[in-house]
């Protein structure tokens, strides 16, 4: 028994040994400005990243044929890019990685603010959180933003006039508003007055603080204008400031009550203030500043009031945006076709062998 016992652990010792040789081998060579090869491995952990990104489970064998030629196309625009003297700093990586994880939060975070919301909320490491969500860890994140940064940079350098000169014309915003005319629609909307009293370690001192903030606005001792300005004073011990709320569920959520609740606020008047209301981690109230009716939006009304940013100019924004990037993805397939030539690059496996390599 023991030797039997013996061969099967030795058989898939050199089972595992010979897996990893093959995950090893490499499937391409890109010899642009340096000679890189891409592996199967590094194949394996693409898909598993984008398996992640997307939900898929797997991936058919033309589909992954896709990814390692999408990670060709990267490694030749990286390649150019040094070969061009162009680089990223690490610096630019941490600020572009912090827009990311900020746009998450809807508010600008530090990287460390971000790592204490993560582990509050899931119990994660921020490494774990996300390997959990992309297959990869905080630097190896980085570093594949990196690699597509420089890839993006030496696009801009070659295409920057033709993709800078898109304009968006007055007849095609027009034309955008009358087909979708119907979704440029504002619901009733209420601007509110909000003030929060964090507890912090004193529930009581903070519940005091914001009774007195209560009466003084109730008895308009103080303006709006004048309570923001205070709660941005260091330890003011509060927080105040407008708040826009739609008719719908979402807002009812977000306020704390039920829809017959925010049915009843929005039949309030200018002016009201609500009572004080305890919340787990605060106290807080409200005031009706304005009311907004539902309407149809014209091209000169505000997309949001007290925007400024009229529908005109968010669908020449937005139109602006698509021409971006329809342009610049013509850019990069131009850009991409002019350096996928034989002395750039070679693939090792190819037909039936790279086939069966993608069996997995």
Do not use: C
């Amino acid at each position: 028994m023991k030797r039997v016992l013996g061969t099967a652990f030795l058989l898939m010792t050199f089972t595992a040994v010979l897996s990893a040789q093959s995950d090893l081998q490499p499937l391409v060579t890109v010899k642009l400005h340096k000679t890189e090869s891409i592996t199967l491995k590094q194949l394996k952990n693409r898909v598993a990243m984008y398996q992640k990104q997307t939900g898929v489970p797997s991936f058919s064998i033309d589909e992954k044929k896709e990814i390692l030629n999408a990670m060709i196309d990267e490694k030749l625009a990286t390649q150019a890019a040094h070969k061009a003297g162009l680089s990223i700093s690490d610096s630019q990586v941490d600020r572009y990685f912090l827009e990311s994880i900020s746009a998450q939060v809807g508010q600008q975070v530090t990287e460390q603010e971000f790592a204490a919301l993560v582990k509050s909320q899931s119990g994660m490491s921020l490494d774990e959180y996300f390997n959990a969500k992309i297959g990869l860890n905080v630097n190896e994140y980085k570093a594949f933003l990196k690699n597509q940064l420089i890839a993006q940079q030496y696009v801009m350098s070659l295409k920057q006039d033709s993709l800078q000169n898109m304009t968006v014309s007055d007849a095609e915003i027009r034309s955008f508003f009358e087909i979708n005319k119907s979704n440029f629609v504002q619901n009733d909307i209420l601007k509110l007055f909000l003030v929060v009293v964090p507890k912090a370690k004193d529930a009581a001192a903070a519940k005091k603080l914001a009774s007195s903030l209560h009466t003084d606005v109730k008895n308009k001792k103080t303006t709006y204008a004048q309570l923001k300005v205070k709660g941005k004073v260091d330890n003011s011990g509060f927080q105040a400031g407008d708040m826009y709320i739609s008719k719908g569920t979402l807002a009812a959520q977000q306020l704390g009550m039920d829809y017959d609740s925010l049915l009843k606020l929005f039949s309030q008047n200018t002016g009201f203030v609500s009572d004080i209301k305890e919340m787990p981690d605060d106290f807080q109230f409200y005031a009706v500043q304005e009311k907004y009716a539902a309407k149809i939006l014209a091209l000169d009304d505000e997309v949001q009031p007290d925007t400024a940013i009229t529908v005109y100019e968010y669908i020449k924004e937005q139109l602006g945006r698509q021409k971006q990037a329809a342009g610049f993805a013509e850019a990069v397939e131009e850009v991409i076709k002019s350096l996928r030539l034989p002395e750039n690059y070679q693939m090792l496996k190819s037909g039936d062998a790279l086939n069966k390599l993608l069996e997995w």
